[in-house]
């Protein structure tokens, strides 16, 4: 079906949604900014923080307060989410007082979508006003000091997948978004990284709270211990399936970004071991039993970062 049939434009200048995924070619900025009026005429709200809730994590959402809920299915142009643990909802309301747009379920590249496609809704919280992100995802602990339900800031990321080209800037550069070229030296805020720290100490946490290194995956299997031995020595302390190509669309488009990786299990690294392989069942319980925690740390962040967004 053509894309701008989807948003209801013209036959005559409609772009084939289809024809672009097979060429692995950007959605232009006129097609993003449709999605972002879909979006805009549905509610006054005007957003300047955005969240992206991992597996598991959809309860920050209900954080929310005078939330108004909008189905991607919904909004013209959004692709589909299908991943258990991911509801598929915009949320916007306001978090600590901020106007915030929330992503209660995220697209990702092994459910079918390219790699532009997983990362258009970030360009469209840019289109709407967004300048600050803040990411969360399920992760495998390579780390092996790590715990299961430890929540690590990101630091830094491997963008295993855009190194090897499933990059999500791949196609025509548009400058309206970005430059061709953007560095990635501080994916991650300093300063925000720095005031996560502090507020988990404050709130207790300090006895889960780590800070290091993720590495994105295509999955959707989960690695094989020798593939997990290959991440850990590049220097990655979790592995996922996610948020490394919002990181980047997001710095290029020159957003600050906070990340935050639950821990859902710890990767095993033997070969023929009798420890209990991972499943997403486990990672979504996981993540469940620690959601609150990482509910009240963004909660209170916000809160402290208000007046400044
Ligand atoms: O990264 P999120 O979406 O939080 O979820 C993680 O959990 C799922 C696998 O169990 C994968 O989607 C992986 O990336």
């Not at 996560?196 to 993720?214: D, I």
């Not at 989960?222 to 980047?248: C, F, H, K, N, W």
């Not at 990786?261 to 499943?279: A, F, G, H, R, Y």
């Amino acid at each position: 079906m053509s894309f701008l049939g989807l948003l209801g434009g013209s036959a005559k200048s409609s772009v084939d949604l289809a024809e672009l995924q097979r060429k692995n070619s950007q959605i232009q900025y006129d097609e993003i900014q449709k999605v972002t009026s879909s979006v805009l005429g549905k509610t006054e709200l005007r957003p300047k923080l955005g969240i992206i809730c991992g597996s598991g994590l959809g309860g920050l959402a209900n954080e929310v307060k005078d939330s108004q809920v909008i189905p991607y299915a919904e909004i013209d142009g959004f692709p589909k989410c299908t991943v258990p643990g991911h509801a598929g909802n915009l949320v916007l309301g306001y978090l600590s007082g901020v106007p915030t747009v929330c992503m209660q379920g995220r697209l990702h590249f092994y459910e079918g979508h390219p790699a532009w496609l997983v990362t258009m809704p970030i360009r469209m919280m840019k289109l709407i006003g967004v300048e600050t992100l803040i990411v969360t995802n399920a992760s495998g602990g390579l780390n092996q000091d790590y715990n299961s339900g430890d929540i690590m800031v990101i630091k830094d990321h491997i963008n295993l997948t855009g190194l090897t080209g499933q990059h999500p800037l791949v196609g025509p550069n548009d400058e309206k978004f970005g430059p061709r070229f953007p560095a990635m030296t501080t994916p991650y805020d300093p300063e925000l990284r720095q005031l996560a720290q502090e507020t988990a100490k404050e709130l207790g946490f300090s006895g889960f709270m780590r800070e290091g290194v993720y590495v994105k995956v295509s999955g959707p299997s989960y690695e094989t211990p020798s593939e997990s031995r290959l991440l850990r020595s590049i220097g990655a302390d979790t592995v996922g399936m996610s948020t490394a190509p919002e990181v980047v669309v997001a710095r290029h488009a020159g957003m600050k970004v906070l990340g935050f990786s639950m821990v859902t299990n710890v990767v095993i690294l033997e070969q023929d071991s009798d420890k209990t392989p991972p499943t997403h069942q486990e990672v979504m319980d996981t993540a469940n039993a620690r959601a609150k925690d990482l509910q009240l740390l963004v909660k209170t962040i916000v809160g402290k970062l208000a007046s400044t967004l």
